[in-house]
């Protein structure tokens, strides 16, 4: 984990998720679906289907999951195609921050318990684990893992309901934070978000030879794309979505509220800033979209211009700042006509571990593994460079430095989100506040300074609001850049003590 930590210097994220019901290949398209979302965890990857077994009489489940990336995880067709039998399956794409690799910790988790058989994948941040896991040892409950899904299992489990759906319900209503789950039952996929909704959460469907349909629910449409599934809508914020058999042959969905009173949602702007791939449509709207709106209000709020109207390079830091660069050069043009997109930095995407010579700069030398500059964009260019976030800055750090190496004549860098300076309670790995780079330093020159660059801007919190869809009842959290979190967080509850 230290080493993914080390090697990209952004916030990681803890986990995508899939659920398929009603395909004859549920194990196959969970793996395709799981692939396309790599992005959003690449420590571990799981498999559980459902199927009915003959000779029992009764469903039993099946499940394979590994440490490594899905295509490591699954190495063996065998896997998906013998192993996992059944028409329906959840899947998981795992990242946190320690314990990782124990093989307990994967995802997803299955439980046989007093009212039958249930399997759990989450997407998210428990922000009350350290008492609810009190209260469970109270209880009498034994826990196998170290992850705060496991505490979910365990209050479904303790719940006096009669009905899997009240028994969920009820666990729900217990737990705080961030969460996006798939959970299988012998005859349901059930989708629920919680009541603010900080993880998307998105429902697609595929039609089948008979006229039926199998539905998908995926952590980001990019999953419905690869396996040829149309969306049909997002899990809103605080509902829980069952799909069953009737779901497939007529569409409808049964819908349950987690709390009473649905709150105003606060969707993770961080999603449309660097998290969610641009292919993907989060929340109700193209990340590409409002990604390219970024880089478009960066320009207006900080235009580039330079005397003789000499020509500004702007390139990106590829691939996440691909598209706001774009957007900015378009609108920098009216500022500065001789404003250019360019290529400038070729990322390696075949990176795995580095072994580093004695005496080299491990950190430089990452960096350069993974980017190249393009010499003849830079060379006596002057280059705008622009990105999604900065967080320690060490990447930052060594990225000019290896751009400095190409000679530019100048060198300017520009942000699309604000300074980070708090952690973040709800999924994302934030560093401490110690760690991140804009805590060190007054203000943004500084940071430019400490960065090497020429000038530097970070957009404005105002400004970044401005960029982002506004929907009715929707709102968004933006702690890791203001310091105010919409749900309150156990202080003395380390965020990821549940993951040991
Ligand atoms: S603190 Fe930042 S990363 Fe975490 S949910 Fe809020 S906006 Fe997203």
Redo the contacts with the bound molecule.
């Keep these: 984990m230290k080493k993914i930590k080390e090697e990209i210097d952004k916030?990681l994220c803890n986990c995508g998720i899939v659920g398929v019901f009603n395909h004859p290949q549920a194990a196959v398209i969970s793996y395709y679906a799981l692939h396309s979302l790599q992005h959003r965890g690449q420590e571990a990857a799981g498999i559980t289907t459902f199927y009915y077994d003959e000779q029992k009489k009764k469903m039993r489940f099946s499940t394979e999951k590994g440490a490594g990336l899905v295509l490591d995880v699954f190495s063996d067709g065998k896997a998906l195609t013998e192993n996992l039998k059944g028409i329906a399956a959840i899947a998981h794409n795992r990242y946190s921050t320690t314990g990782s690799s124990k093989k307990s910790n994967i995802q997803p988790f299955n439980m046989i318990y007093h009212s039958g058989i249930l399997s759990i994948a989450h997407n998210g941040n428990l922000t009350n684990t350290r008492c609810l896991r009190n209260y469970l040892h109270q209880q009498g409950a034994i826990f196998q893992t170290t992850t705060d899904t496991e505490i979910f299992l365990h209050l479904i489990a303790h719940s006096k309901k009669e009905t899997k759906i009240g028994q969920i319900r009820e666990a729900l209503q217990f737990v705080e934070g961030?969460y996006s789950f798939v959970i299988l039952t012998e005859d349901s996929l059930i989708a629920a978000r919680d009541p603010y909704g900080?993880r998307p959460l998105n429902i697609g469907r595929i039609k089948l030879e008979n006229g039926d349909y199998s539905y998908i629910v995926a952590s980001e449409t990019c999953a419905f794309d690869i396996v040829d599934a149309e969306f049909v809508r997002d899990v809103k914020h605080n509902e829980i979505v069952v799909i069953n058999r009737k779901t497939c042959e007529t569409g409808e969905m049964q819908s349950y509220n987690i709390v009473e009173n649905t709150p105003e949602a606060r969707h993770?702007?961080?999603e449309y800033i660097y998290f969610s791939r641009p292919d993907s449509q989060i929340f109700g709207h193209n990340v590409d979209k409002v990604r390219r709106k970024l880089g478009k209000v960066l320009a207006e709020e900080s235009p580039m211009s330079l005397e003789n109207n000499e020509k500004i390079s702007t390139i990106s830091v590829p691939d996440s700042a691909n598209t706001a660069a774009l957007g900015y050069a378009r609108i920098n043009q009216n500022h500065h006509p001789n404003t250019v997109f360019e290529i400038g930095l070729i990322r390696s995407h075949y990176v795995g571990r580095t072994f580093i010579a004695p005496g080299r700069n491990n950190r430089n030398f990452k960096v350069k593994v993974k980017f190249n500059p393009v010499k003849g964009v830079i060379e006596d260019r002057n280059i705008l460079m622009i990105d999604d976030s900065i967080v320690r800055g060490t990447t930052s750090k060594a990225l000019i430095k290896l751009i400095r190496s190409a000679n530019p004549k100048q060198l300017h860098m520009k942000i699309t989100s604000p300074q980070i300076k708090f952690p973040?309670f709800?999924?994302?790995d934030?560093p401490s506040r110690e760690e991140l780079i804009a805590n060190d330093y007054n203000s943004e020159e500084e940071i430019g300074n400490a960065l090497g660059v020429d000038s530097l801007h970070y957009l404005t919190i105002e400004k970044l609001l401005e960029a982002v869809p506004k929907d009715e009842g929707i709102s968004y959290?933006?702690?890791?850049f203001t310091g105010e979190y919409p749900v309150e967080y156990d202080k003395k509850q380390n965020k990821f003590v549940t993951e040991e």
């Excluded at 959290?477 to 890791?480: E, H, K, L």
């Design positions: 916030p961030a900080f993770c702007i961080f973040c709800y999924g994302m934030f959290c933006t702690a890791c």
